[in-house]
């Protein structure tokens, strides 16, 4: 991981700005019948620039943005409903939920499968009961500075399963930046529900 999180600092200018040409809105609609309504407690694991943790308090939520990368969110920290943490997966150990949903976008093609065996209780442990883990799971190549591996999705969801989550969705869309779509970059969604 801390080779990923080198990557992402040596790039974070250029990734900000084009992280934020992105709309959330826009991002998040192949999920947004799932998210809880505000002012429901949202945990961004991975939140970048902030991009979609201040989207997501200028629509009532209250956010706890987490990120290894301060340089990648710097320009965002002054929102009031965002509460901005240096921590990563698979460990959280900067926050305490329960959350109503935890994002988890873009992230877990860096995580080893070590780091994810024990990335899904942990997020299952911040959970509130019957809350939500929205991941977006990224298929195609990566930047070499910034090391990827691949996914499993059935993997995911069998391990899902055993942790004590449901799988409630499953979508796969084109990448929302144009560079990445024409390097073949695709994505799934995933939501994962609680089960109490």
Same mark, same amino acid.
């Given at each position: ?53 201040? &989207? ?27 509460? &901005? ?101 695709? &994505? ?9």
């Amino acid at each position: 991981m801390c080779d990923v999180v080198a990557g992402y600092e040596a790039a974070a200018p250029k990734l900000r700005k084009a992280y934020d040409a992105v709309c959330s809105r826009t991002l998040l609609a192949p999920v947004q019948d799932l998210l809880p309504a505000s002012p429901a407690h949202i945990l961004d694991v991975g939140a970048g620039s902030g991009r979609d943790a201040v &989207w997501f308090a200028q629509q009532g939520y209250l956010v706890h943005a987490i990120d290894p990368v301060p340089a990648l969110s710097c320009q965002n920290r002054g929102h009031p409903c965002v509460t &901005w943490i240096e921590d990563r997966l698979p460990h959280l150990n900067a926050v305490t939920g329960p959350f109503d949903c935890i994002l988890v976008l873009g992230v877990w093609q860096h995580l080893s499968e070590m780091q994810r065996q024990a990335s899904l209780p942990r997020l299952y442990a911040l959970l509130a009961p019957r809350g939500t883990v929205v991941l977006s799971l990224r298929h195609g190549l990566g930047h070499p500075d910034r090391p990827m591996f691949d996914i499993d999705l059935d993997h995911l969801k069998a391990q899902a399963d055993h942790h004590g989550f449901e799988c409630v969705h499953e979508q796969g869309t084109a990448s929302a930046q144009s560079k990445n779509r024409a390097a073949g970059v695709r &994505w799934t969604w995933v939501v994962l529900k609680r089960r109490d």
